[in-house]
């Protein structure tokens, strides 16, 4: 079993709906949780971290956190087609000193 | 500030030459990343440094080898290039291990 594990798409949302990304990871005692936007042939991006059970908003994003179930989605609100790209999971173990990466969702908003 | 910088940005290596991708950082970062990216498989730690005078292995370390030369650099040395080493290389900062700032990347084709 993968740490973390990502539908790696593609994912197709018409313009305007609500897109959402999901992540599982393996590492019960896991502490941080982290979204990375990468457009295409560019270096990924921090859009979004939670450390807690819930929502964490900003702006149009939306991340959501569920630790006993070990899932983690990300929501996008009135997609744009500058949405497009791919998005990418990563958690921190428990005292650990690096990140786990998932294998990231691509995402198409469709004009 | 320039943030996270990689050089070189492209590098064609023939199978056996040896090369050194240099990473650096002015953002007075501890912790230092190299990744390496292949379609489908997320990014996938190689080495970290999580201070300066320390390394440790991270998921994909064979035929790699760091070195933290200060707290803003960080390289990454291959030493006898294989094919199977073609990827994309990211090199990353971070205060503490949460938030990682990403280089530009270096395109690495062996062949």
């Known amino acids: 079993q993968k740490e973390v594990e990502q539908n790696s798409g593609p994912l197709s949302v018409p313009e305007g709906a609500i897109a959402s990304l999901n992540c599982t990871y393996s590492?019960?005692?896991?502490?941080?949780f982290f979204w990375y936007r990468q457009y295409s042939g560019k270096s990924p991006e921090l859009i979004m971290f939670i450390y807690s059970n819930g929502d964490k908003e900003d702006g149009r994003f939306t991340a959501q956190l569920n630790k006993a179930s070990q899932y983690v989605s990300l929501l996008i609100r009135d997609s744009q087609p500058s949405d497009s790209a791919t998005y990418l999971c990563?958690?921190?173990?428990?005292?650990?000193?690096?990140?786990?990466f998932g294998q990231g969702t691509r995402l198409t908003i469709n004009p | 500030n320039a943030g996270v910088t990689q050089t070189p940005k492209f590098q064609v290596l023939k199978t056996g030459q040896s090369m050194t991708l240099q990473c650096a950082q002015d953002m007075n970062h501890n912790s230092m990343y190299w990744y390496r990216q292949d379609p489908g498989m997320g990014l996938r730690l190689i080495y970290y440094s999580a201070s300066e005078g320390t390394t440790d292995k991270g998921e994909v370390p064979n035929g790699y080898n760091v070195s933290r030369l200060n707290k803003r650099e960080f390289s990454l040395r291959l030493e006898s290039a294989a094919p199977s080493q073609t990827s994309v290389y990211f090199c990353?900062?971070?205060?503490?291990?949460?938030?990682?700032?990403f280089g530009p990347g270096t395109r690495l084709t062996v062949t």
């Open positions: 990563a958690v921190r173990g428990r005292g650990a000193q690096k990140l786990v």
């Open positions: 590492d019960r005692g896991s502490q941080s």
């Open positions: 990353a900062s971070s205060r503490e291990v949460n938030e990682q700032y």
